[in-house]
């Protein structure tokens, strides 16, 4: 019996000796992970940092450890930050947040990071990583497009995006619909309090529609003239130009193209 229990016992020594390296290793390889970790109370003060967290912010272990971690932060930034503490602190552990927030640098550059916040019972883990890039893409993304979109809606017409269906549901409508229709954009998508069908003088609806399906038929532009009908009553005539938009397989996806009004000679 004594020479089973000291078996047991050396077996629990070393079982607890391979474990205590293992974690020593675990510990040594999240140190040096190209990923800035730290771990906070429930304040959300840090308590331990690792290497890549100096790399990324630039500052040194001894100006982070028991320090706030809002206060590396842009202060326009730092209320969804405590939000996000605040939150976390009453959610189940393991619930976490992700947010992109600006770092402010020693050197006083402003980073865009990427931030996972992750509740455990002791208070919140956080990794942080640089997305400087990535958000810069998005803005330059998002200007164009505005310019994109004030460039479409300055045009003297109705650019649209619609389904192939005799509703000719709208995806996009851009502002010209207004001055052509007397309709606001969000009042014709997705048929929202109007369909598009229904503008179109009743006389007219039918070879509308055969001249799209035969445009779409041969995948080649179709145009054709017809009779709008506008939010206060009156008959417009107007010219619409269009193209389908094709699957691979061929199936038509949808149609986009431009309505304008035709001027007509007294």
Same mark, same amino acid.
């Given at each position: 019996?004594?020479?089973?229990?000291?078996?047991?016992?050396?077996?629990?020594?070393?079982?607890?000796?391979?474990?205590?390296r293992?974690?020593?290793?675990?510990?040594q390889?999240?140190?040096?992970?190209?990923?800035?970790?730290?771990?906070?109370?429930?304040?959300?003060?840090?308590?331990?940092?690792?290497?890549?967290?100096?790399?990324?912010?630039?500052?040194?272990?001894?100006?982070?450890?028991?320090? @706030?971690?809002?206060?590396? +932060?842009?202060?326009?930034?730092? =209320?969804?930050? /405590? $939000? &996000?503490?605040?939150?976390l602190?009453?959610?189940?552990?393991?619930?976490?947040?992700?947010?992109?927030?600006?770092?402010?640098?020693?050197?006083?550059?402003?980073?865009?990071l990427?931030?996972?916040?992750r509740?455990?019972p002791?208070?919140?883990?956080?990794?942080?990583?640089?997305?400087?890039h990535?958000?810069?893409?998005?803005?330059?993304?998002?200007?164009?497009?505005?310019?994109?979109?004030?460039?479409?809606?300055?045009?003297?017409?109705?650019?649209?995006?619609?389904?192939?269906?005799?509703h000719?549901t709208?995806?996009y409508?851009?502002?010209?619909?207004?001055?052509?229709?007397?309709?606001?954009?969000?009042?014709?998508?997705? @048929?929202?309090?109007?369909? +598009?069908?229904?503008?179109?003088? =009743?006389?007219? /609806? $039918? &070879?509308?529609?055969?001249?799209?399906?035969?445009?779409l038929?041969?995948?080649?532009?179709?145009?054709?003239?017809?009779?709008?009908?506008?939010?206060?009553?009156?008959?417009?005539?107007?010219?619409?130009?269009g193209?389908?938009?094709?699957a691979?397989?061929?199936?038509?996806?949808?149609?986009?193209?431009?309505?304008m009004?035709?001027q007509?000679?007294?």
């Amino acid at each position: 019996m004594k020479k089973l229990m000291a078996h047991l016992d050396q077996g629990y020594e070393k079982m607890t000796s391979l474990f205590g390296r293992f974690n020593a290793q675990l510990n040594q390889d999240l140190e040096y992970l190209p990923l800035a970790l730290a771990k906070l109370d429930l304040d959300g003060a840090i308590q331990e940092l690792n290497k890549g967290w100096e790399e990324l912010t630039g500052y040194p272990y001894r100006n982070g450890i028991y320090r @706030s971690h809002a206060g590396f +932060f842009h202060p326009e930034d730092r =209320p969804r930050w /405590q $939000e &996000a503490l605040s939150q976390l602190r009453s959610e189940p552990k393991g619930s976490w947040r992700q947010l992109q927030l600006r770092c402010l640098m020693p050197s006083g550059e402003r980073r865009w990071l990427e931030v996972k916040l992750r509740r455990n019972p002791q208070g919140f883990m956080v990794s942080l990583d640089d997305a400087t890039h990535q958000v810069h893409q998005q803005q330059q993304l998002a200007a164009r497009h505005r310019s994109l979109r004030n460039l479409v809606d300055g045009l003297p017409m109705m650019i649209y995006r619609c389904r192939n269906n005799r509703h000719w549901t709208m995806e996009y409508v851009s502002e010209g619909a207004v001055r052509l229709t007397g309709y606001l954009p969000e009042q014709l998508v997705d @048929s929202q309090d109007v369909t +598009f069908d229904s503008l179109i003088f =009743p006389d007219d /609806q $039918e &070879a509308v529609w055969s001249a799209v399906q035969i445009g779409l038929n041969q995948r080649l532009p179709f145009q054709v003239d017809y009779r709008l009908i506008c939010a206060n009553g009156q008959l417009k005539v107007v010219h619409e130009r269009g193209s389908g938009i094709y699957a691979n397989n061929g199936e038509v996806l949808g149609i986009e193209g431009m309505i304008m009004e035709v001027q007509q000679s007294i």
